[in-house]
């Protein structure tokens, strides 16, 4: 007589709510990609050497992130770009 080796059924598990990542909406999906574009808008500025402009563009950035509840990593680029301007600013004074 053969032995037959049958594996055991796992159970599929449903993830910890709260641990999953949730889909974007519309509203946070358009925030991200406007913020995007004032980060690049920002950067161009920044490169060119006029500040003033890439500090609104950074600005303008913010605001449209702000009302997006989760985090964004182009909020945290935009905070990055204005340090790094504020820092330039200081030096160049």
Sequence with gaps: MQCLYVAP???KTRPTPGTGHKPFNEIDRR???DAELYLHLAKVYAGRGDNRNAASCCES???TVTSVARPLAVRDQLHDLVQQLEANLLISR
Excluded: I, P
């Design 31 to 33: 925030a991200k990609r």
């Design 61 to 63: 950035g913010f605001l």
């Design 9 to 11: 059924v796992r159970k």
